[in-house]
């Protein structure tokens, strides 16, 4: 499917259209942007993003003493959120949602792409208590062939998650169609869809391995 096909049959994809998460993207494409900047810029944009991807929890309002009388005022319903990293380029993005909430919990999923096959091989797996009962975010930088958060989401449901919802910078239609196929009730919140894969199933024209150019590896 292509992206408007994609964004016409499912319309729980969000493409954030903010001035600056266009221009910090676009600085994330760049291949002249250091590694020190590239990590400041998908932090900032797990912030801007996250902010759209939670827009919709539930308050509930409190009794509160301001300086000057009591006041019924809103706070968040339930259990702190989770924010879930997909290990380990997801880390720099939960960072940047982790501002919006400090006090959420986080769950790691280790997940390497095997070269060969392409498909995700766990390593690490590490969650908090209550899963069934939180707001789940999961984060990637990427979303290539949708393989990894496929699997990241796969077991989260199995730990009795329902309230899902899935944050990328970059993503391609075969990835989205893939993810939308698996879990058609997972929300998505991307920066950009991009053109498609190579035949390395690489995002073209993507920014690269997210995960070197955040930690300057190769």
């Given at each position: 499917m292509t992206r408007d096909e994609l964004l016409k049959a499912y319309n729980d994809i969000f493409v954030i259209k903010h001035p600056f998460v266009k221009h910090k993207l676009t600085s994330l494409r760049d291949k002249n942007t250091s590694t020190?900047?590239?990590r400041m810029l998908v932090e900032e944009l797990g912030t801007l993003i996250g902010y759209e991807a939670t827009r919709d929890l539930e308050t509930v309002d409190v009794e509160i003493e301001t300086p000057l009388e009591k006041?019924?005022?809103p706070v968040l319903k339930g259990k702190?959120?989770?924010i879930v990293t997909i290990m380990r380029a997801g880390n720099g993005l939960a960072e940047g949602v982790l501002k919006l909430s400090p006090s959420a919990r986080v769950g790691h999923v280790g997940l390497y792409r095997d070269p060969e096959t392409k498909q995700p091989?766990?390593?690490?797996?590490k969650m908090p208590h209550s899963v069934n009962e939180r707001t789940i975010i999961v984060v990637d930088p990427m979303l290539a062939t949708g393989n990894s958060a496929i699997m990241a989401i796969d077991k989260m449901k199995e730990m009795g998650a329902s309230d899902i919802r899935f944050i990328c910078l970059f993503a391609a239609p075969e990835g989205?169609?893939?993810f939308k196929?698996?879990?058609p009730d997972v929300a998505m919140y991307i920066g950009s869809i991009d053109r498609g894969l190579d035949e390395n199933a690489y995002i073209r024209p993507g920014v690269g391995d997210a995960g070197d150019r955040i930690y300057g590896t190769r």
């Amino acid at each position: 499917m292509t992206r408007d096909e994609l964004l016409k049959a499912y319309n729980d994809i969000f493409v954030i259209k903010h001035p600056f998460v266009k221009h910090k993207l676009t600085s994330l494409r760049d291949k002249n942007t250091s590694t020190r900047e590239f990590r400041m810029l998908v932090e900032e944009l797990g912030t801007l993003i996250g902010y759209e991807a939670t827009r919709d929890l539930e308050t509930v309002d409190v009794e509160i003493e301001t300086p000057l009388e009591k006041a019924m005022c809103p706070v968040l319903k339930g259990k702190k959120l989770c924010i879930v990293t997909i290990m380990r380029a997801g880390n720099g993005l939960a960072e940047g949602v982790l501002k919006l909430s400090p006090s959420a919990r986080v769950g790691h999923v280790g997940l390497y792409r095997d070269p060969e096959t392409k498909q995700p091989v766990e390593y690490y797996l590490k969650m908090p208590h209550s899963v069934n009962e939180r707001t789940i975010i999961v984060v990637d930088p990427m979303l290539a062939t949708g393989n990894s958060a496929i699997m990241a989401i796969d077991k989260m449901k199995e730990m009795g998650a329902s309230d899902i919802r899935f944050i990328c910078l970059f993503a391609a239609p075969e990835g989205i169609e893939a993810f939308k196929k698996t879990h058609p009730d997972v929300a998505m919140y991307i920066g950009s869809i991009d053109r498609g894969l190579d035949e390395n199933a690489y995002i073209r024209p993507g920014v690269g391995d997210a995960g070197d150019r955040i930690y300057g590896t190769r």
